[in-house]
């Protein structure tokens, strides 16, 4: 029987009442990239090989055993690990691992938001992906993940471009495994309005915008907007569009040559040092230290 998990309060730490919500795992910092791609020796080691009960609220992970066997408990199911399994684990999903100690594999984490274009979810909002499962992995699907971490680990030119259509790629070829009775994810489903605001606010061109000019946008009131807003992402309309400007602002220090005051004209603000001192309280450090400690 599968395990009901109550809906819990996300405080602004990353935690729930019932289990952790964090961006990666055992991690609290906002995620800072377009995906991140790690060997599975690179952080289970660190906990035992055993990664407790947590989730991701906006995350989408894939996973690929390539040696070495492991368990999967996922919303009170338990799932055994192979050689050659690929694992598709969509946000909101409680899950925890067991593994054997030197086992072998990747984690694929990607922001939902990353798997969108201009003009529809691809695939997050096809029935494919929406829920768990585990399938079989073929070379193919290895050597994409190889790719993708040499990409997400080269830093070269064009990186954030080509990761986001090697993520998509992925996303594809995993879906095509998914089984017909793969169930829902928790929260799956979302409201098209607030999809739309999503891929609003990611959009460049509606840089400056208001939050009752998105609302008109997608055919709701400000109030009606600031209520779903509330529901999906648990924060206020503005506080999301607060939160995409300085996620996006800390890729550009981090992976980008553009001057400070360049990279806060490209998030939405025309004054450098407003930009410096908002980038402060909300990350604790000003834009240059940040980007100062990224390459120490």
Known sequence: MNQIVPP????RTGRTGFVPDFELYGEETDFPDVLHCELLKDRAPAHGWRITPHRHGRLHQFFLIMAGDGRCHLDGETYELRQGSVLNVPAGAVHSFSFEPGIKGYVLTIPVFELADAQERLPLGSSALAGFFKANADRSIVDMFRAV?????????????MLRAMSRQIACVV???????AGPAPGA???ARIQRFELLVRNEDTRGWRVSDYAREVGLSPNHLIRLCRAHFGVSPQRFIEDVGFREARRMLAYTRMSIAEVGFSVGFEDPSYFSR???????????AYRESLAS
């Open 149 to 161: 971490h040499s990409e997400f680990t080269g830093h070269r030119q064009l990186r954030a471009p």
């Open 278 to 288: 908002a980038f402060r309280k909300r990350t604790g450090v000003t834009p240059k």
């Open 189 to 191: 489903g979302s409201d």
């Open 175 to 181: 879906a095509r495994l998914a089984p017909t009775e």
């Open 8 to 11: 819990a309060e996300t405080t």
